[in-house]
């Protein structure tokens, strides 16, 4: 017979890992990022979706891969390169909308339990790359739940970049894969408004060649 008890389990039972203060306002999506990159060393990051053209203006050609025709794929192509470079992080930045639709993927990186990569989900509840649409669940969806199901070694959401600036260093430390569920308005630019950058495949060769380097610099 199965476990009752394990099916008895009801949503409301789950207990809350970070409870949503009161009165705070969602953070800016750019001083999530500029936070990251002002603390990211050397680490290869992983921008996709409205992550993308703020991030292309604050760190240019460095150690970034952006990737936005593969809508879901960024924490595989951060699952690749932190398992082919063990010795440097790799910084995912994460849209909601595409870690629904590749929620597997979730269980894919905690299988492989990469000791070096960071996962951060930007959750606005909608696809605001493609016209703000809401993601199935808007903001009810808890992936810190769903990653830490999955199996993530450490998985925590925050709500206040006051917080965010505090937590960060150790969050840059901690032993992955971590994910952050961190919750933003919009961004001002999306692919669609700030439209060019460097085509996929050449960035792709361009970190390649920059990683072959010894001594390769973000
Ligand atoms: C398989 C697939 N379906 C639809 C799209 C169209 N599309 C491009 S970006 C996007 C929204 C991305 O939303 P989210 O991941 O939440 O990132 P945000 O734009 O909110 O930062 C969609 C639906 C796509 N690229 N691929
Ligand atoms: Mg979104």
Redesign the pocket.
Known sequence: MADKKTHDVKPHDVKPHDVKPHDVKPMKPEEILNLIHANRGTAICVPT??TGPHWRTIAPDDLSVGCVGF?GGASSLGLGLALAQPDRRVLVLD????LL?QLGSLATVAGAAPRNLVHFL?K?G?????GAQG?PGGLTVDFVAMAKGAGYRMVCAIYDIEDFKRRLPEILKAEGPVFVELHTGL?DQ?PMTARGGVPFPKQVSDLRAKLLKPRARA
């Open positions: 979706m409205t809508m849209g909601d909308g595409s639709m930007f606005n909608v696809y605001h790359t493609s993601i961004a999306t």
